[in-house]
């Protein structure tokens, strides 16, 4: 698979991720039972801000091989 190839599908999977991911987390903050304090709010989207990623670090590698790689 060409590298252009790859980052189209990768591009694709990450938008498909990025959707999933942000409706279950508003799900699971929209079942707390009242809002959390101030200080908690911006830890926790902080949190949420860079957990998304850590199960796609497989797909980036995978993205950025070349041609032969892995072939």
Not at 30 to 36: S, T
Not at 42 to 48: C, D, E, G, I, K
């Amino acid at each position: 698979m060409s590298l252009r190839t790859r980052k189209l599908v990768g591009s694709i999977v990450l938008f498909a991720w990025m959707v999933v991911f942000s409706l279950v987390a508003m799900a699971v903050i929209g079942m707390l039972p009242a809002r959390p304090p101030v200080w908690v709010e911006p830890v926790l989207y902080a949190v949420l801000g860079v957990a998304w990623i850590l199960p796609l670090k497989p797909l980036f590698i995978w993205m950025g091989k070349g041609r032969d790689a892995g072939a």
